[in-house]
């Protein structure tokens, strides 16, 4: 078997650990937080699981659309967070790959088990409406949801490519904050 590919089959089962491990963490808290909550909370915090999801599947495209030279010219003015770009840039595969089928597929399965816990709790509220509401309900908010999820990504997919640049400093500048601050290393060593 030639490297690339034990490096591929090597990163592939790695990232199916890790959505495994992240897609239970999102599931449990989501599911814990939302039992204890009205369900105007709960889909409050719907919208924030698919506003995550979009954020995350922008970073990915934006790492996929940018342009390696302007962030070495940032890191030799010793901009913060230019070393972490240059670094994305060179892994935007896999930084993409995170991004967008680990984060931004997790937060679309989590939230829409998450508002399968809303329509239950409206469901319980209104259960002297029939079945007739409570599936026009069901309906209404999965497609509401379901529309600003895509609406959202396309919009996102839009800034990403027309302002990738502005998108990965911000980010580079955000994971070297974190990576300084709390000593925890995010991306790959640029060696």
Do not use: Y
């Not at 509401?133 to 949801?145: G, W």
């Not at 997919?157 to 502005?166: D, L, W, Y």
């Amino acid at each position: 078997m030639n490297q690339r590919l034990k490096r591929s089959l090597k990163f592939s089962l790695t990232i199916a650990v890790i959505t495994f491990v992240l897609a239970a963490i999102f599931s449990i808290v989501s599911s814990s937080l939302l039992e204890q909550v009205t369900w105007v909370t709960g889909f409050l915090i719907v919208l924030l699981i698919v506003f995550i999801g979009i954020i995350f599947d922008m970073l990915g495209i934006a790492a996929t659309a940018a342009d390696e030279v302007p962030f070495h010219a940032m890191a030799a003015e010793k901009v913060t967070g230019a070393r972490e770009a240059v670094i994305i840039i060179k892994n935007a595969d896999k930084f993409a790959s995170f991004c967008n089928d680990v984060i931004g597929d997790i937060s679309g399965i989590v939230s829409g088990s998450a508002l399968t816990i809303v329509v239950l709790q409206v469901a319980l509220l209104i259960s002297n409406g029939g079945t007739t509401a409570q599936i026009a309900l069901s309906v209404l908010l999965t497609s509401l949801i379901a529309a600003l999820t895509v609406g959202g990504k396309a919009i996102g997919k839009h800034f990403a490519i027309h302002s990738s640049t502005k998108i990965i400093i911000h980010t580079g500048k955000i994971i070297a904050f974190i990576e300084k601050k709390f000593k925890i290393r995010i991306l790959p060593s640029s060696k």
